[in-house]
Antibody, heavy 121, light 110 residues
Framework: EVQLVESGGGLVQPGRSLRLSCAAS????????MQWVRQAPGKGLEWVSG????????VYADSVKGRFTISRDNAKNSLYLQMNSLRAEDTAFYYC??????????????WGQGTLVTVSS | QSALTQPRSVSGSPGQSVTISCTGT?????????VSWYQQHPGKAPKLMIY???KRPSGVPDRFSGSKSGNTASLTISGLQAEDEADYYC??????????FGTGTKVTVL
């Protein structure tokens, strides 16, 4: 059974940093690109960042470019999101999601339950 | 990258059909056949309902169908059931390994 479990969320002051983790199991982690998607409370989904199966390609939404860094450790079956210079508008549930196609980009067939990041003084 | 445009809400009685539109541009919806739809119940993670415009993952009822014409994709729910009441989001591959989501549609079963 595929499982994605996010952790690392919490309350953080504006301008500070936070690192999210996503522990994956039940599939061949190093065969799939992975994504981060966020959802502000009561709002819609927003794609945040993605990373290829071998970390060779990383991409970011304009809203987080230069502040967030995505990474993965295939040996640990884990995905990460380092978030720096946090702003109030970064407050959201952050979901990790698995690409459906092996080594490709198409859509997301499994999602974690999300971790809440609250940026407030 | 601007969000894809969806109606804020649609509604229907049990057994009826509803259709949700998702309008983008030639750089996303119109340019790729990687349009997907997600169902999200309150407090839950999104669930993949349709991928590659019109394909259903295993376990998704055939009441759910998808299509695309030009820069607009659509999700149709036929034979609406109470458990279909949820938020629905379209998503499109937008090139250069990036994605864009729709604004979301709340489906209400009357």
């Amino acid at each position: 059974e595929v499982q994605l479990v996010e952790s690392g969320g919490g309350l953080v002051q504006p301008g500070r940093s936070l690192r999210l983790s996503c522990a994956a199991s039940g599939f061949t982690f190093d065969g799939y690109a992975m994504q981060w998607v966020r959802q502000a409370p009561g709002k819609g989904l927003e794609w945040v960042s993605g990373i290829s199966w071998n970390s060779g390609t990383t991409v970011y939404a304009d809203s987080v470019k230069g502040r967030f860094t995505i990474s993965r450790d295939n040996a640990k079956n884990s995905l990460y999101l380092q978030m720096n210079s946090l702003r109030a508008e970064d407050t959201a549930f952050y979901y990790c999601a698995k690409e459906r196609i092996l080594t490709g980009y198409s859509d997301f067939d499994y999602w974690g339950q999300g971790t809440l990041v609250t940026v407030s003084s | 990258q601007s969000a894809l445009t969806q109606p804020r809400s649609v509604s229907g009685s049990p057994g009826q059909s509803v259709t949700i539109s998702c309008t983008g541009t030639s750089s996303d919806v119109g340019g790729y056949n990687y349009v997907s739809w997600y169902q999200q119940h309150p407090g839950k993670a999104p669930k993949l309902m349709i991928y590659e415009v019109s394909k259903r993952p295993s376990g998704v009822p055939d009441r759910f169908s998808g299509s695309k014409s030009g820069n607009t994709a659509s999700l149709t729910i036929s034979g609406l059931q109470a458990e279909d009441e949820a938020d629905y989001y379209c998503c499109s591959y937008a090139g250069s390994y990036s994605y864009v989501f729709g604004t979301g549609t709340k489906v209400t079963v009357l």
